[in-house]
């Protein structure tokens, strides 16, 4: 199934089939994973990765990924490029738009994503912004499908930071249909896009309560109490204590629920090594399908 969409910024761009059908896509190539490899269908064709902060999965798998389907990928920090000397992103995305196949970038405000992709010809990838991670969302939903066998009458439960995970999740949960709760200090709530976006494809609940999130629950997801681009740590540090997946939190949840937490973790802060070491957690799972899922998303954007 072709994209409509040229760039993906959110996840807001698809439609609920073209979500769900490059979720299954996923699946069936990492199941054939090999063929792929010998065919490279992305021979001649390359991506530029824009970093303006760290990054280990999104980087490796991004690269990895390009090389696998037989295209190439630059690794560019943007300390090393004139952007960080007051270039603008226009002229930046104009320039690359001469050289490369696509751009992959991860930046801090959302807005350089969307200036990005506004005057690139060619496809642009959020590879996370401070407010959305659409590249994580996609693994995330190809893991829980891997795991459940459906999405259907499934019930997320977010607990944590309402961060730039937590709000790609709600688009992941609205275009799957899957009934979501979400459990943050009232001070650290999802931003309200994301909110009106589910509220208008699925049941989203929105509580300062960890339990009644995590009550009933098929996949409990969390993350770290402090992204890469926040300031206040000691503020957060004292709202968030309540809000940690543990052994306790994770007995609410229903017998067979799976954890899931995009990495890198902090054990002992949101998550306990118990959980995130134990029986019930799909992290690792996780991790590898990024390298899936943006394989599949990079043939869709760049092949007919
Ligand atoms: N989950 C994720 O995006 O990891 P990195 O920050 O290592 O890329
Ligand atoms: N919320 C985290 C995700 C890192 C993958 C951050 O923005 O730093």
């Known amino acids: 199934m072709t994209l409509k ?9 698809l439609t609920a089939d073209e979500f769900n059908d490059l979720l299954k896509t996923t699946i ?4 054939n994973r090999n063929s792929t490899l010998q065919s490279k269908p992305l021979q001649n064709k390359t991506l530029a990765m824009i970093f303006q902060k760290p990054s280990t999965r999104t980087r490796i798998s991004f690269e990895v990924g390009m090389y696998q389907l037989g295209g190439y990928a630059l690794n560019l920090a943007s300390s090393e490029m004139q952007l960080d000397r007051g270039e603008t992103i226009e002229d930046t995305a104009r320039t690359l738009s001469r050289y490369v196949d696509c751009i992959m970038a991860r930046v801090y405000d959302h807005e350089s994503i969307q200036r990005l992709a506004k005057h ?6 959020n590879g996370l912004s401070n407010s959305f991670h659409p590249c994580q969302t996609l693994a995330d939903f190809t893991t829980i499908l891997e795991h ?7 019930r997320i439960a977010w607990v944590g930071d309402g961060n730039n995970v937590c709000n790609s999740l709600i688009y992941g949960a609205a275009l799957s249909e899957a009934t979501i709760y979400v459990a943050t200090p009232k001070e650290y709530q999802p931003i309200s896009s ?21 009550k009933n629950a098929d996949v409990v997801v969390t993350d770290t109490f402090k992204s890469i681009h926040d300031a206040d740590g000691a503020r957060m540090a004292k709202l ?14 229903k017998d067979d629920a799976i954890f899931l937490h995009c990495l890198p973790a902090t054990r002992g802060s949101e998550v306990t090594s118990s959980v995130i070491d134990g029986p019930r957690s799909v992290v690792w799972d996780e991790a590898e399908n990024r390298l899936h899922s943006q394989k599949t998303l990079l043939l869709r954007l760049l092949t007919d």
Request: aromatic share 4%; glycine share 4%; no cysteine.
């Open 5 to 13: 969409t040229k760039d993906i910024l959110t996840l807001g761009e």
């Open 240 to 253: 968030f204590p309540k809000y940690q997946v543990n052994d306790s939190l994770m007995s609410l949840a």
């Open 148 to 154: 459940k066998g459906s999405l259907q009458d499934l």
């Open 28 to 31: 069936k190539m990492k199941e």
């Open 120 to 125: 690139s010809t060619v496809p642009v990838i």
């Open 194 to 214: 994301a909110v009106q976006y589910a509220n208008n494809h699925t049941e989203i609940h929105l509580t300062s309560n960890a339990a009644e999130a995590a």
